[in-house]
């Protein structure tokens, strides 16, 4: 089955450190998307990608970093500088000129704060 | 900076009937999406509207858009309980075709 797989559904994070949220479809999508949800709020664009070892920052970008070495992952890492990572991380896909009118989401991952 | 508010952002409803919620934004776009999340789920796309009076309808659910007025709707028809979720609308605006979402509307049907 085509789809985008987000690893792991809970992650832990200690004080000073990094951690990497995982990304992986397999729709053949060129644009790759990391949003970021916090209670009661919408999604916030962090990074996104519209082809591979290219990305552009989004809206929140401060103390996340991304890559994007192979078209079917595009990994996220909450850096220590980010001082408030508590939240609902998102991953999406979308097909070549498709943009938003097909924009799949994975499952998501919590990620809280030790 | 677009700014989207979605209203109420909580309603809470009765079995069997009508409700209406809304959608607004602060700047000219035409292409403007709704969603929906169940808790701790991912997000599901219900309606994709692309011109000024699209018109969407699935199931008790009909989205309208009105770009004139920066608006849109999103009716239900004779709720159930299974229309119970938080619903987004996301406008697209900007040179990169961005989204921005609104901060939801949590529905709850009692019956």
């Known amino acids: 089955d085509g789809g985008i797989t987000q690893s792991p559904k809970y992650l832990f994070r200690k004080e000073g450190q990094n951690v990497t949220l995982s990304c992986e479809q397999n729709l053949n999508h060129d644009a790759m998307y990391w949003y970021r949800q916090d209670p009661g709020q919408g999604l916030r664009l962090i990074y996104y990608s519209q082809i591979v070892n290219d990305f552009q920052k989004g809206d929140i970008a401060e103390g996340y970093s991304v890559s994007r070495e192979k078209k079917e992952s595009f990994p996220l890492t909450v850096t220590s500088a980010q001082k408030n990572p508590t939240a609902f991380y998102l991953c999406?896909?979308?097909?070549?000129?498709?943009?938003?009118?097909?924009?799949?989401f994975g499952s998501g991952t919590q990620l809280s704060v030790l | 900076e677009l700014k989207v508010e979605q209203n109420p952002l909580f309603l809470s409803m009765q079995e069997g009937k009508n409700y209406t919620i809304y959608c607004n934004y602060s700047t000219t776009s035409d292409r403007l999406y709704w969603y929906r999340q169940d808790p701790g789920k991912s997000l599901e796309s219900l309606f994709v509207l692309l011109s000024n009076g699209a018109v969407k309808q699935e199931g008790r659910l009909m989205a309208s858009l009105d770009t004139k007025a920066r608006l849109s709707t999103l009716h239900i028809t004779a709720a159930v309980h299974d229309l119970s979720a938080t619903y987004f609308c996301?406008?697209?605006?900007?040179?990169?075709?961005?989204?921005?979402f609104g901060k939801g509307i949590t529905l709850s049907v009692r019956p």
């Open positions: 996301a406008v697209e605006a900007g040179a990169n075709s961005k989204l921005t």
């Open positions: 999406a896909s979308s097909a070549p000129g498709q943009g938003n009118e097909k924009l799949f």
